[in-house]
């Protein structure tokens, strides 16, 4: 099969695109490179030791797209482009909602008119917004707190009636925990521009020596140490869901699952773990509670189980182990070495 992958040279995006190839796909990514590097790509080729087809454009520019399926042969889109920063989304809603909802307005448009109607979404667990029964199960209330999270809970509504009217239309959603790590070569992995907003990168840089020390948002939290707990999932697990979730759709209907471990883990824990992966001090201090924070996330993972096949294999060590063999290799990301090699 020839997959389109919006996004694909992004943190998740690149995962996806070994994963694909390495189960025998041909792909081609469609990326603006607005928050990620074309290395990311010549990386994968080179894990794979397989091409990889690249368009460079942008997900809202329709007559590009048209000539994008002319041009290939396109049997299924795993739709990951667009933007993902919680903080950005409250200071500029509009941008988000043009990228993310309009972006894949266009996107679907574009495919509709090209006979291709099978598509994978990134959505996030964010579209549940403050869980009101733990674990967070698909049949949760969708009440997302954040214009980020609206514009993933709309993109899912948009594919929901477009599979509604049109069963033709075979629609995956797949809403990520908290995806963390990096492939074990050490190649492809998570390079957020400037101060990571995340906790993992976070603390990798801080390991690495570009930061300090770790602000630890909040140690009252109605949780076993005080501190926030989340459901951290293997990037190259998630990678792996999309391919189950793209096979599934050639015979299954449409769907949306949790990608997740069904496993929680405070911030302390993640400390804790990626000290001893990577032998380094991670300072920290206490601060106050970051705005909007939920204290407890995590996923019921039995669903993807069910009906994909899927589950998480990597535990939280090796988490910390793939990302810290990511971050000693390349200190600085994508940026730390030329574009040429
Ligand atoms: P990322 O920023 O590394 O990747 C996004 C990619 O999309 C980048 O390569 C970027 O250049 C590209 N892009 C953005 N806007 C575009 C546009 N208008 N046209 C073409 N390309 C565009 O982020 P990621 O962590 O890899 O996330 C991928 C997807 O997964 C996103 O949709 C995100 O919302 C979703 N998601 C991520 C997380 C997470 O914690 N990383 C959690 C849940 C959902
Ligand atoms: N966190 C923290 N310091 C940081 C970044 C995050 O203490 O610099 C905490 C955050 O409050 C939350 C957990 O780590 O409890 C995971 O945060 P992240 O932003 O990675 O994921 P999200 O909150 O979006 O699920």
Redesign the pocket.
């Known amino acids: 099969m020839m997959i389109l992958v919006?996004?694909g040279?992004?943190?998740?995006?690149s995962h996806v695109c070994l994963e694909l190839l390495n189960a025998g796909n041909e792909v081609v990514v469609?990326?603006?490179?607005?928050?990620?590097s074309k290395l990311s790509i010549l990386r994968v080729q080179e894990i794979s030791g397989k091409p990889v087809l690249v368009e460079e454009?942008?997900?809202?520019d329709r007559a590009m797209l048209e000539r994008l399926f002319q041009l290939h042969n396109v049997t299924a889109v795993i739709h990951?482009?667009?933007?993902?920063s919680i903080k950005e989304s409250h200071a500029n809603p509009l941008s988000y909602y043009d990228?993310n909802v309009n972006?894949t307005m266009q996107l679907l448009i574009a495919m509709g008119n090209a006979g291709v109607k099978k598509i994978v979404f990134?959505?996030?667990?964010?579209v549940y917004g403050s869980p009101r029964s733990l674990p967070l199960s698909e049949t949760h209330a969708l009440a997302p707190i954040n214009p980020y999270g609206r514009t993933?809970l709309f993109v899912e509504q948009i594919l929901a009636d477009l599979s509604l009217a049109n069963p033709d239309w075979r629609v995956g959603i797949l809403r990520?925990f908290?995806?963390v790590g990096a492939h074990e070569s050490g190649l492809i992995g998570e390079d957020p521009i400037g101060s990571p907003n995340?906790l993992m990168p976070y603390v990798a840089q801080v390991a690495v020596g570009r930061r300090d020390h770790l602000n630890i948002w909040g140690n009252n939290h109605p949780t076993s140490d005080g501190t926030g707990v989340r459901d951290y999932v293997h990037v190259v697990d998630i990678a792996a869901g999309h391919v189950s979730a793209i096979n599934y759709l050639d015979h299954g209907q449409s769907f949306e699952v949790n990608l997740g471990t069904g496993n929680g883990f405070s911030v302390l824990d993640v400390v804790r773990a990626f000290e001893s992966a990577s032998g380094k001090k991670i300072p920290y201090i206490f601060g106050p509670r970051r705005e909007g924070d939920v204290s407890s996330c995590y996923a019921d993972a039995s669903a993807a189980k069910k009906l994909l096949g899927w589950k998480a294999h990597r535990d939280l060590s090796a988490m910390c182990l793939d990302h810290w063999r990511w971050q000693k290799a390349n200190p600085d990301g994508y940026s730390g070495r030329a574009i040429s090699e």
Do not use: V, W
């Open positions: 919006t996004g040279a992004g943190y998740i995006g469609l990326d603006n490179f607005c928050t990620s454009g942008d997900i809202r990951l482009a667009g933007l993902k990228c972006g990134s959505s996030s667990a964010t993933k990520y908290n995806p995340n």
